[in-house]
């Protein structure tokens, strides 16, 4: 079993930055593909981000191209999600979620283990 756990999400102004970061509890990152999911109220959670097993690849939803960027730190033991020029669209939870060897991908389904979630809030 897996555990992830998020952290650095909080509450800052439009045009700020924040860096998320995703670590598993008791193991490393380094072979599984890693993705950021968002989800606000009533609505199914959006993919963010992606980055391959291997690091070599990475994905990125069209909304947050350009703005956020996702990478491995730690000799790949954890992820992180720079984000950068934050727009209230953006408030949501945001999950990190891992998939086992994985080539990374948008879709949900394809991974296995998903944090807790942390907040992110943009305010105008």
């Known amino acids: 079993q897996v555990q992830l756990v998020e952290s650095g999400g909080g509450l800052v102004q439009a045009g700020g930055s924040l860096r998320l970061s995703c670590a598993a509890s008791?193991?490393?990152?380094?072979?599984?593909?890693v993705a950021w999911f968002r989800q606000v109220p009533g609505k199914e959670p959006e993919f963010v981000s992606a980055?391959?097993?291997?690091?070599?690849?990475?994905y990125y939803s069209e909304s947050v191209k350009g703005r956020f960027t996702t990478f491995r730190t730690n000799a790949m033991d954890t992820m992180s999600l720079q984000m950068n020029g934050l727009k209230p669209d953006d408030t949501a939870l945001y999950y990190c979620?891992?998939?086992?060897?994985?080539?990374?991908?948008?879709?949900?389904?394809?991974?296995?283990?998903w944090g807790q979630g942390t907040q992110v809030t943009v305010s105008s």
């Open positions: 980055i391959s097993a291997t690091g070599g690849k990475t």
């Open positions: 979620a891992a998939d086992l060897g994985g080539l990374g991908s948008t879709r949900r389904e394809s991974y296995e283990y």
């Open positions: 008791g193991r490393t990152l380094r072979t599984y593909a």
